[in-house]
């Protein structure tokens, strides 16, 4: 008799136990799926049932409705920080600057996912857009952005309200440009400072600085890494323009030059641009260069003719 009633007491417990641990799972999955706070996921469990998919849901739109909320008290705050996303995928190319209202946000881990998850809408947006045997170039300003649509059918709008109340900052989409270059174009981009390790160019990478650079190149050039240091070179010098030798003089005092083909090269400065151009059978179609904060006056200055 003792024995049974041990036995009962035994088994409960352990099913107690049992449903216990089966919380904890739930709660751990949710909370690292989520990256929400441990009160909040345990709360959207209880509301329902351990339902995971269910308490994901509930979370997800009471973030939304915070977030919405959190950016319109916010709106208007003046954002000079950030940081300029750039992708390169295969025949296109996208830049884009988000701002923030501090430095300290723009290191934040979910203010530099948003930045690659527009850069990524970016590409996706411009692979819908029909290239011809030219290459295209869309800019985008701040109302453009917002209404590109992610994979999960959300604006970027509804995604930068998520961050800004997960950030606690005012935040914003402030411009883009989008490459998509004909079979005959190649693209390649570089933002400063340069990631600490090799990154694929189909990777969103961000910095305070970056450049897309559309050329054409030989076997000289096979793998395209003259045109990546040119590409850095837009960065550091900040050319205005390629410049053509049949109608731009070249400055006369070197610091003064902003045509690209007649600045000394940034990676060895005894040869300019254009020498190393031609001794590589590179040849460079547009670039585009962004820094983060810069005070653009238009429009049309996003999309600017370089040539």
């Known amino acids: ?12 417990g352990t099913g107690l136990r049992l449903y216990a641990t089966a919380e904890k799972s739930s709660l751990a999955t949710l909370r690292k799926k989520t990256g ?16 995971l998919a269910k308490a994901e849901q509930w979370l997800q739109e009471q973030a939304q409705a915070m977030g919405w909320s959190k950016a319109t008290k916010l709106e208007g705050r003046n954002t ?17 600057e988000v701002n923030c209202e501090t430095d300290f946000v723009a290191r934040n881990q979910s203010f530099q996912k948003f930045v690659q998850a527009a850069s990524t809408a970016c590409v996706r947006y411009m692979d819908q857009i029909e290239g011809d045997a030219n290459l295209t ?26 961050m800004i109340g997960t950030v606690g900052e005012n935040a914003s989409l402030n411009r883009a440009i989008c490459f998509k270059a004909p079979e005959s174009i190649n693209l390649t981009g570089y933002v400063h400072p340069a990631p600490t390790e090799e990154v694929p160019l189909d990777v969103p990478q961000f910095g305070k ?42 400055a006369k ?21 254009a020498e190393v151009l031609e001794a590589n059978n590179v040849e460079v179609v547009d670039f585009q260069r962004f820094e983060c904060g810069e005070k653009i ?10 040539n």
Do not use: W
């Open 1 to 12: 008799m003792i024995f049974t009633r041990l036995t009962r007491f035994v088994g409960h």
């Open 36 to 51: 929400y706070t441990f009160a909040n996921c345990k709360k959207a469990l209880e509301m329902h049932n351990n339902d």
């Open 80 to 96: 000079t920080q950030g940081l300029i996303g750039i992708m390169v995928k295969n025949n296109i190319g996208a830049m884009v």
């Open 137 to 162: 170039k869309v800019g985008l300003n701040s109302e453009s952005l917002k209404q590109i649509k992610l994979e999960d059918g959300k604006s970027l709008a509804d995604h930068l309200a998520l």
């Open 209 to 250: 600085y970056g450049s897309i650079l559309a050329f054409k190149h030989t076997s000289a050039d096979s793998n395209g890494e003259v045109a990546k240091k040119v590409c850095q070179h837009v960065v550091g010098m900040k050319p205005a323009k390629i410049g053509d030798k049949t109608r731009d003089e070249p």
């Open 253 to 273: 005092e070197k610091n003064d030059e902003t045509c690209l083909i007649y600045q000394e090269y940034l990676a060895d400065p005894s040869y300019t641009v």
């Open 297 to 306: 006056k238009t429009d049309d200055e996003t999309v600017r003719a370089v």
